[in-house]
């Protein structure tokens, strides 16, 4: 099987549910809702029957004209997370301007892809502030390269969907608001096949 273009993950809420256009207001004072897991949004508005599309791309691009050309055709809107590394690639420009411009939520995904804390010691870290933050913040000067700025960009999605209390908390004092897929979905896990 080829390569995978990108991870699906759904923040979803409650109910039979129609697509929603991009995650807009800053959290969690405007989400009163949301359902948190260590300070990430993890369920958007439980009492809505929406699902918000989530798309995460890194170091491959196969299909996603194929998404996009769906997306489209359906008027979908969904939100797509880039890494840095995915931003600087001259092959991506085309895809990322077009998903700008058919209306789509561009974001930060990390500029290269780190783990954040150990996968059996959750409450570890295995990076410091100050290369979290640089590493993020050179993710947001990519995005700038296509019009994206920060303000315009409020939601974060770690990579590997993977963090805990202290980067929510970094993520939060840069004045971001950080995301994750909704539990139970296993929408998050496409990559393993």
Request: charged share 20%.
């Amino acid at each position: 099987m080829a390569k995978l273009f990108l991870s699906l993950a759904l923040i979803i809420a409650a109910g039979p549910a129609t697509c929603q256009p991009a995650l807009i207001r800053p959290a969690p004072d405007g989400c009163p809702h949301c359902l948190f897991h260590e300070g990430a949004i993890i369920r958007e508005d439980t009492t809505a029957p929406v699902i918000f599309l989530v798309f995460t791309g890194g170091d491959y691009n196969e299909g996603g004209e194929y998404i996009r050309r769906v997306l489209k055709e359906q008027q979908a809107p969904a939100h797509f997370f880039f890494t840095g590394d995915f931003y600087r690639l001259p092959a991506n420009e085309a895809l990322i301007r077009g998903l700008k411009a058919d209306g789509h939520y561009l974001g930060a995904h990390s500029d290269k892809h780190l783990l954040y804390a150990p996968w059996d010691n959750r409450d570890s870290l295995l990076v410091s502030r100050e290369q979290f933050t640089a590493d993020l913040l050179a993710n947001y000067r990519e995005m700038a390269r296509f019009g994206i700025r920060k303000e315009d960009a409020p939601f974060f999605l770690p990579p590997y969907e993977w963090y805990n209390a202290t980067i929510s908390r970094w993520t939060k004092e840069l004045g971001l608001q950080l995301i994750n897929f909704s539990p139970g979905t296993r929408s998050n896990a496409d990559y393993t096949t």
